[in-house]
């Protein structure tokens, strides 16, 4: 009683103090603006692996070592010779290029290009096309970097194609930057028409949009102190938050209407009990789906930890604001409300639930029945890596490495980072050797590019390109695929081959990161998977004091994820590599809520006295109306987003999000009362509070007069 009169007595002070609540929250809104208007934006997703691998680590050394962070291809189509050199002159000059390697680097442009080694020519020149290599002074994705790849475009005409990590990343940040206000704008107006149609006025779906729009941006806002967060992350924010949220103030205005009535009418002492009743109703399901977002600060793809945190944070601040400002503009807009008000569209619940209960085996059977193949199709779904593979065809960054591919068979550059006490001898054979490796069309050193002509007639600007008094790089072009197989397992042989010759030397590159992207992400999934259901299976247990209802409520949960994630199966689509481990764990979140909503009103009605078929009947109908308007307001907000975007990372991602959302309702529904129905015994002889005292001392007796029709314990009505 102690902890219910502190919770109605922090709802009666919000009450009261309505009108303060409302001008703080808006004078919060600025800091917020201002947070968020200054968090910077990382849209290079290889950049979250771990710091201590050796393609993190070399990347490290040839920023300190060599003053370069990143590097591109610049295809050159049917210009001749000089205007070519004006050009490269003119990019040197851009700030963010360190340098620009191009034939005239070594020879004068007066003197025949096929002085040069015949591989090289050959590599560099293709038809009326020559390539250039840019080298960036920072990282792929710095800021400097995005800004000399946009200034090199624009200094750079049709003929010319910039190809690379850093070109993508550009493109990736430009397409999002267009996006991501509409995302909002298309999440917020399908929202509020579903929320319009699905609840009983057409004002309140506009306050709840506002009060969960303002949490939001606190919660964006307050990223400023990360110091940057990754584009999917600020991409799926608002959209997550908006969806996840969304129960917690349906309840609370359900909650306030019952109130009204047990109240008499007196609002200020009913919403002031609904601010109670949802704080303590919200705490286990705000719990478990912050815990499953925090699941995800285990991986070592600290991504994981990024989009964690903030979703995380950001599911507290909703239910904080569900509690203080929500009902703070409800109050206040309440008689606009009532004038807006409408008949609700929604069937009545009771008919269906109690079609629910009468039929519970067969929505058994059919669980049992999907639950091992829903398991072995999304275990089955094929995912990508290949960044680009998210972007747009008519992109600039895709256009130019369809023109590499096509023109000189080089689909991606390695890197390799030598010792400089490596011997000139060594370093030629290791050339040759990697030259002759599948798929690799170039292989190229400092030693192997002078081919005999003595360094001191080479510029040192040049060669400070590719060797200094510590390190010196070689240059690696292949015909594979990014993320392909083949390219895999070339790694592996270009790793072997230069570990001959010095044990040191290390791969680097696109490929090389991906690669241990891949297997990474692969550890990294199955950890969060175990932990997420380890954490949730825990809470479940303590919030209802149970042993039988975690193993219950996780399989339904898990069964949901199951088909969502197995449908790509079925359907032969591939999804983005992150697409398992976030919808799984936003899923877990958003379905643990349904099912806590509902098993909480059993648990209550069970422990009044009702029989098992009348808990489960009572608990389902009410629960109903606030499940199918959350689902439905998060599907309306993620499928619009999902048709729209152009990034099929976001739109992936999104549709998953619909459709699950949907999958989610349709499982917590059906399958989770007729599990109710079927583990009543066990739920109430291994769980604390679902029996009265007096049904626990009479148990054996009631038992003992059950027949084998009789589906519930008979108990009087004491009330």
């Given at each position: 009683?102690?902890?219910?009169?502190?919770?109605?007595?922090?709802g009666?002070?919000i009450?009261?103090?309505?009108i303060?609540?409302?001008?703080?929250?808006?004078?919060?809104?600025?800091?917020?603006?201002?947070?968020?208007?200054?968090?910077r934006?990382n849209?290079?997703?290889?950049s979250?692996l771990?710091?201590?691998?050796?393609?993190?680590e070399g990347?490290?050394?040839?920023?300190?070592?060599?003053?370069?962070?990143?590097?591109?291809?610049?295809?050159?189509?049917g210009?001749?010779t000089?205007?070519?050199?004006?050009?490269k002159?003119?990019?040197?000059?851009?700030?963010?290029?360190?340098?620009v390697?191009?034939?005239?680097?070594?020879?004068?442009?007066?003197i025949?290009?096929?002085?040069?080694?015949?591989?090289?020519?050959?590599?560099?020149?293709?038809?009326?096309?020559?390539?250039?290599?840019?080298?960036?002074?920072?990282t792929?994705?710095?800021?400097?970097?995005?800004?000399?790849?946009?200034?090199?475009?624009?200094?750079?005409n049709?003929?010319?194609?910039l190809a690379?990590?850093s070109?993508?990343?550009?493109?990736?940040?430009?397409?999002?930057?267009?996006?991501?206000?509409?995302?909002?704008?298309?999440?917020?107006?399908?929202?509020?028409?579903?929320l319009?149609?699905?609840?009983?006025?057409?004002?309140?779906?506009?306050?709840?949009?506002?009060?969960?729009?303002?949490?939001?941006?606190?919660?964006?806002?307050?990223?400023?102190?990360?110091?940057?967060?990754?584009?999917?992350t600020?991409?799926l924010?608002?959209?997550?938050?908006?969806?996840?949220?969304?129960?917690?103030?349906?309840?609370?205005?359900?909650?306030?209407?019952?109130?009204?009535?047990?109240?008499?009418?007196?609002?200020?002492?009913?919403?002031?009990?609904?601010?109670?009743n949802?704080?303590q109703?919200?705490?286990?399901s705000?719990?478990?789906?912050i815990?499953?977002?925090?699941?995800?600060?285990?991986?070592?793809?600290?991504?994981?930890?990024?989009l964690g945190?903030?979703?995380?944070?950001?599911?507290?601040?909703?239910?904080?604001?569900?509690?203080?400002?929500?009902?703070?503009?409800i109050?206040?807009?309440?008689?606009?409300?009532?004038?807006?008000?409408?008949?609700?569209?929604l069937?009545?619940?009771?008919?269906?639930?109690?079609?629910?209960?009468k039929?519970?085996?067969?929505?058994?059977?059919?669980?049992?029945?999907l639950?091992?193949?829903?398991y072995y199709a999304?275990?089955?779904a094929?995912?990508?890596y290949?960044l680009?593979?998210?972007?747009?065809?008519?992109?600039?960054?895709?256009?130019?490495?369809?023109?590499?591919d096509?023109?000189?068979?080089?689909?991606?550059?390695?890197?390799?980072?030598c010792?400089?006490?490596?011997?000139?001898?060594?370093m030629?054979?290791?050339?040759?050797?990697?030259?002759?490796?599948?798929?690799?069309?170039?292989?190229?050193?400092?030693d192997?590019?002078?081919?005999?002509?003595?360094?001191?007639?080479?510029?040192?600007d040049?060669?400070?390109?590719?060797?200094?008094?510590?390190y010196?790089?070689v240059?690696?072009?292949?015909?594979?695929?990014?993320?392909?197989?083949?390219?895999?397992?070339q790694?592996?042989?270009?790793?072997?081959?230069?570990?001959k010759?010095?044990?040191?030397?290390?791969?680097?590159?696109?490929?090389a990161?991906?690669?241990?992207?891949?297997?990474?992400?692969?550890?990294?999934?199955k950890?969060?998977?175990?932990?997420?259901?380890?954490?949730?299976?825990?809470?479940?247990?303590?919030?209802?004091?149970?042993?039988?209802?975690?193993?219950l409520?996780?399989?339904?949960?898990?069964?949901?994820?199951?088909?969502?994630?197995?449908?790509?199966y079925?359907?032969?689509?591939?999804?983005?590599?992150?697409?398992?481990i976030?919808?799984?764990t936003?899923?877990?979140?958003?379905?643990?809520?349904?099912?806590?909503?509902?098993?909480?009103r059993?648990?209550?009605?069970?422990?009044?006295?009702?029989?098992?078929?009348?808990?489960?009947?009572?608990?389902?109908?009410?629960?109903?109306?606030?499940?199918?308007?959350?689902?439905?307001s998060?599907?309306?907000a993620t499928?619009?987003?999902?048709?729209?975007?152009?990034i099929?990372?976001?739109?992936?991602?999104?549709?998953?999000?619909?459709?699950?959302?949907?999958?989610?309702?349709?499982?917590?529904?059906?399958?989770?009362?007729?599990?109710?129905?079927?583990?009543?015994k066990?739920?109430?002889h291994?769980?604390?509070g679902?029996l009265?005292?007096?049904?626990?001392?009479?148990?054996?007796?009631k038992?003992?007069?059950?027949n084998s029709?009789?589906?519930?314990y008979?108990?009087?009505?004491?009330n």
């Amino acid at each position: 009683m102690a902890i219910g009169g502190n919770m109605i007595n922090f709802g009666k002070k919000i009450v009261k103090f309505r009108i303060p609540i409302i001008i703080l929250s808006l004078l919060l809104l600025i800091p917020a603006v201002i947070g968020y208007v200054n968090t910077r934006v990382n849209y290079d997703i290889l950049s979250y692996l771990p710091e201590e691998i050796d393609t993190m680590e070399g990347q490290e050394i040839l920023k300190e070592e060599f003053g370069n962070g990143a590097f591109s291809m610049l295809l050159v189509e049917g210009m001749d010779t000089k205007n070519i050199s004006s050009l490269k002159a003119k990019i040197e000059e851009v700030d963010g290029v360190s340098s620009v390697l191009w034939y005239d680097s070594i020879l004068d442009i007066s003197i025949p290009i096929e002085l040069l080694p015949s591989e090289v020519t050959e590599a560099f020149n293709s038809g009326d096309t020559t390539l250039m290599l840019v080298v960036f002074s920072d990282t792929t994705s710095s800021d400097e970097t995005i800004e000399a790849v946009t200034e090199i475009r624009k200094i750079a005409n049709s003929q010319c194609f910039l190809a690379g990590m850093s070109s993508m990343v550009t493109d990736t940040k430009n397409l999002s930057e267009k996006e991501a206000p509409i995302y909002v704008v298309i999440a917020v107006i399908l929202s509020a028409i579903m929320l319009a149609l699905t609840m009983d006025s057409f004002v309140l779906p506009i306050i709840f949009l506002v009060c969960i729009g303002m949490a939001i941006l606190y919660n964006l806002g307050s990223n400023v102190f990360f110091g940057e967060i990754s584009y999917i992350t600020k991409a799926l924010a608002a959209v997550l938050q908006l969806g996840v949220t969304m129960d917690f103030s349906i309840f609370l205005w359900h909650s306030y209407k019952e109130n009204q009535l047990r109240f008499y009418g007196d609002k200020n002492r009913a919403m002031a009990h609904a601010i109670a009743n949802t704080i303590q109703s919200v705490v286990g399901s705000s719990i478990t789906t912050i815990a499953g977002f925090l699941s995800l600060c285990v991986m070592s793809f600290t991504l994981g930890l990024d989009l964690g945190i903030v979703m995380a944070k950001g599911v507290l601040i909703g239910v904080i604001a569900t509690v203080t400002i929500l009902p703070s503009f409800i109050m206040v807009f309440d008689g606009l409300i009532e004038k807006t008000t409408h008949k609700n569209l929604l069937p009545s619940q009771k008919r269906f639930s109690t079609f629910i209960t009468k039929h519970y085996v067969v929505f058994a059977i059919i669980f049992v029945i999907l639950l091992i193949p829903a398991y072995y199709a999304q275990s089955h779904a094929s995912v990508y890596y290949k960044l680009d593979t998210s972007l747009p065809d008519d992109l600039e960054s895709v256009i130019a490495s369809q023109k590499l591919d096509e023109n000189f068979d080089m689909t991606t550059m390695h890197l390799v980072i030598c010792s400089s006490d490596t011997s000139y001898k060594n370093m030629i054979a290791m050339c040759d050797e990697l030259s002759e490796t599948d798929g690799v069309t170039l292989a190229v050193s400092l030693d192997s590019l002078l081919d005999g002509v003595p360094e001191a007639m080479i510029p040192d600007d040049v060669v400070s390109i590719l060797k200094n008094e510590n390190y010196q790089l070689v240059l690696i072009a292949s015909e594979y695929e990014v993320a392909s197989d083949e390219v895999n397992a070339q790694c592996d042989e270009i790793q072997e081959i230069i570990s001959k010759y010095d044990d040191s030397a290390m791969l680097i590159g696109e490929s090389a990161c991906t690669k241990d992207l891949i297997e990474i992400t692969d550890t990294d999934f199955k950890m969060v998977s175990i932990v997420s259901i380890g954490v949730i299976f825990v809470i479940i247990a303590i919030v209802f004091k149970s042993v039988s209802l975690p193993i219950l409520l996780v399989a339904a949960i898990e069964f949901a994820i199951f088909i969502n994630m197995g449908i790509p199966y079925l359907t032969g689509t591939k999804l983005p590599f992150v697409a398992s481990i976030v919808i799984g764990t936003i899923q877990l979140g958003s379905t643990v809520d349904y099912a806590i909503l509902m098993t909480s009103r059993y648990q209550k009605e069970r422990s009044r006295g009702k029989s098992k078929k009348e808990a489960v009947t009572i608990a389902h109908s009410t629960s109903m109306n606030s499940i199918i308007v959350s689902a439905l307001s998060f599907f309306a907000a993620t499928f619009g987003v999902g048709l729209y975007s152009d990034i099929d990372m976001i739109s992936s991602l999104c549709m998953l999000m619909a459709r699950g959302a949907l999958i989610s309702m349709a499982v917590v529904l059906l399958v989770v009362p007729s599990l109710f129905m079927i583990f009543d015994k066990v739920i109430v002889h291994t769980s604390v509070g679902f029996l009265p005292k007096k049904v626990k001392e009479a148990n054996h007796e009631k038992e003992n007069r059950e027949n084998s029709s009789d589906d519930s314990y008979v108990v009087p009505n004491h009330n």
